[in-house]
């Protein structure tokens, strides 16, 4: 998939020349053009978050047509740089990879599966029988009311050493998770349970959803991240009998790879998430990677797909089931235009629906968002007045209105991407130091800092000032607040009345606001993270005149 977050950078192509002319030479092969080609278009793959190129796929545009794809494959199986076992690249069921990666991917994906197929020891005899969704077999109390698929997933995390939870919004993999753990707990009522998830909003939102008493941190915080090292690894393990990790789709393969590195083999580990989202930007979707068939043969019971939906969320949730649905039948079909397989939903809006689709004139940003964004702003700007830095006071209603708006752009640049919007709404400030914004302006933070106790991702809010006065106010609303001053964040954030989609993953609002400038720039799982993330409404805006007639829709 490619990523839309911005387009490529003029670096990638002189880094894929360095490659092509630096690999022959050190491994004393002649140049091929096709195998150069073939590096320039991995190398470009990678800066997407993208290990592989699928010699069965589309073109990619970097190689020529004439040769593609068989010319391509004859050169590589001619090149000591692929045939070479211990060569740089790797030819694997016409997929061509970095070996570096092909070799990490397989360790971690094995050591997966491995791990779903161990049983502990006593524990798991008294359920295998019930393992079968449906079966008729004996029922694992406490799951009364739960359906045939999410009663497999509880009596899985007592049989299996890893379990894949799977569903799209509202199909209960949280009420799900709940009763896997007090399942686990009734068994084992000593058992350490430890919650995860990749970002700093998702741990919040998993804290919140399964009630606040079991602890719950970012993954980087639970590995104990030293920059780019982690203080819990093989010789240093968790101590843990039962990890959770939500929002998996957001796992990389190095991030995985940590994960596992510290993990004690009599550690159960539950991984949630939804494939239809956004891959993790780093290189390497673990998701992903779990849903090619060979490995759900693996997996067998371990692997749970919750497809049953139980809080309607209206034409939001029709929308978001035709996105998935497109994305499990042809995932690559949707990087062209995931508007044409929901336009007839599109049309068939009526005013009162959760859902408004606005065609716009691209030359813009389109009036209603900026209105919209300058009423969240006065709100914002109104309740940091009453929020003291250093007290709670006041900060949790600064905090729900943060929460109350999310907008998303695909992309940085352009007419429709986060600069232009935060040129618009701060004019000058936006090049002054962070203490110098209006008070109540959210800020994003770029980086993992936990001597901080903050994750990239995290969003805060201005309070004070501006001025050498002013702290930024840190919280998901029902935990402890932190409060940072601006200067310690020099480099490392930035204004976020509006995030790119990827930055916004794994985190929720009652209002979303979803700007998808140009058929360019638009992707099938862009655009089903973004619209998942409303608890109640919807804007989507798109570019008009890459739109037919909408009738009604404006």
């Known amino acids: 998939m490619r990523d839309p977050v911005q387009p490529p950078q003029p670096w990638v192509g002189a880094l894929a020349l360095s490659l092509a002319e630096a690999l022959p030479r050190l491994y004393g092969t002649p140049r091929d053009p096709l195998v150069d080609e073939l590096i320039a278009a991995l190398t470009a793959a990678l800066v997407?978050?993208?290990?592989?190129?699928?010699?069965?796929?589309?073109?990619?545009?970097?190689?020529?047509?004439a040769s593609w794809p068989e010319g391509h494959r004859r050169a590589l199986e001619a090149s000591r740089l692929c045939s070479d076992p211990e060569a740089p690249l790797a030819l694997e069921q016409g997929r061509l990879q970095w070996r570096r990666w092909q070799r990490q991917r397989?360790?971690?994906?094995?050591?997966?599966?491995?791990?779903?197929?161990?049983?502990a020891s006593g524990a798991?005899?008294?359920?295998?029988?019930?393992?079968?969704?449906?079966?008729?077999?004996?029922?694992?109390?406490g799951t009364e009311g739960l359906d045939a698929r999410q009663r497999q997933a509880v009596t899985a995390v007592l049989g299996h050493g890893l379990v894949l939870l799977e569903g799209g919004p509202g199909t209960g993999k949280t009420s799900t998770v709940a009763t896997m753990i007090a399942a686990h707990r009734a068994r084992e009522p000593g058992a350490r349970v430890?919650?995860?998830?990749?970002?700093?909003?998702?741990?919040?939102?998993?804290r919140a959803a399964t009630g606040g008493t079991l602890p719950c941190t970012t993954l980087h915080r639970l590995l104990e991240s030293r920059g780019n090292r982690f203080g819990r690894h093989r010789g240093r393990?968790?101590?843990?009998?039962?990890?959770?990790?939500?929002?998996?789709?957001?796992?990389?393969?190095?991030?995985?790879?940590?994960?596992?590195?510290?993990?004690?083999?009599?550690?159960?580990?539950?991984?949630?998430?939804?494939?239809?989202?956004?891959?993790?930007?780093?290189?390497?979707?673990?998701?992903q990677e779990l849903q090619r068939p060979e490995h759900r043969r693996q997996l067998g019971g371990a692997a749970i797909t919750l497809t049953t939906t139980y809080r309607n969320a209206g034409a939001i949730a029709a929308v978001a089931s035709a996105l998935r649905r497109e994305l499990t039948a042809a995932p690559a079909a949707m990087g062209a235009d995931p508007i044409a397989g929901i336009r007839p939903l599109l049309l068939a809006l009526e005013s009162g629906d959760n859902l408004r689709w606005r065609p716009c004139s691209p030359r813009v940003l389109p009036a209603e968002l900026l209105a919209r964004l300058r009423r969240h702003q006065a709100s914002l700007a109104r309740l940091a007045g009453r929020c003291r830095p250093g007290?709670?006071?006041?900060?949790?209603?600064?905090?729900?209105?943060?929460?109350?708006?999310?907008?998303?752009?695909?992309?940085?640049?352009?007419?429709?991407?986060?600069?232009?919007?935060?040129?618009?709404?701060?004019?000058?400030?936006?090049?002054?130091?962070?203490?110098?914004?209006?008070?109540?302006?959210?800020?994003?933070?770029?980086?993992?800092?936990?001597?901080?106790?903050?994750?990239?991702?995290?969003?805060?809010?201005?309070?004070?000032?501006?001025?050498?006065?002013?702290?930024?106010?840190?919280?998901?609303?029902?935990?402890?607040?932190?409060?940072?001053?601006?200067?310690?964040l020099a480099g490392a954030a930035e204004p976020a009345l509006a995030l790119t989609v990827h930055k916004a993953q794994g985190s929720e609002a009652e209002e979303v606001?979803?700007?998808?400038?140009?058929?360019?720039?638009r992707d099938g799982r862009l655009l089903y993270t973004a619209v998942t993330r409303a608890r109640k409404g919807v804007l989507l805006l798109t570019d008009a005149e890459n739109e037919p007639s909408v009738g009604g829709a404006a």
């Open 106 to 119: 397989l360790e971690v994906i094995n050591a997966l599966v491995g791990r779903a197929g161990t049983l």
């Open 237 to 287: 393990p968790l101590d843990l009998d039962l990890l959770v990790v939500d929002e998996v789709s957001m796992v990389d393969l190095g991030l995985m790879g940590a994960l596992l590195e510290a993990l004690p083999d009599s550690c159960r580990l539950v991984l949630v998430g939804d494939p239809a989202q956004l891959p993790p930007i780093a290189p390497g979707a673990v998701l």
């Open 194 to 206: 430890h919650l995860a998830a990749p970002t700093g909003k998702a741990a919040g939102r998993l």
């Open 513 to 521: 606001i979803v700007l998808l400038p140009s058929a360019g720039s």
């Open 48 to 65: 997407r978050g993208e290990l592989e190129l699928d010699l069965h796929g589309p073109k990619p545009a970097e190689l020529s047509e």
């Open 391 to 488: 007290s709670s006071r006041g900060c949790r209603e600064l905090l729900a209105e943060r929460d109350r708006l999310l907008v998303m752009a695909p992309q940085r640049q352009g007419r429709w991407g986060l600069e232009a919007i935060h040129r618009t709404l701060l004019g000058e400030r936006l090049d002054s130091d962070l203490q110098d914004l209006p008070p109540g302006t959210p800020v994003l933070c770029r980086r993992n800092l936990p001597e901080l106790d903050l994750a990239n991702g995290d969003v805060g809010l201005l309070v004070g000032g501006p001025g050498p006065s002013s702290r930024l106010l840190f919280g998901d609303g029902d935990g402890e607040v932190i409060w940072i001053h601006p200067g310690q």
């Open 124 to 141: 798991a005899d008294a359920v295998c029988g019930a393992a079968d969704a449906g079966s008729g077999s004996r029922e694992v109390p």
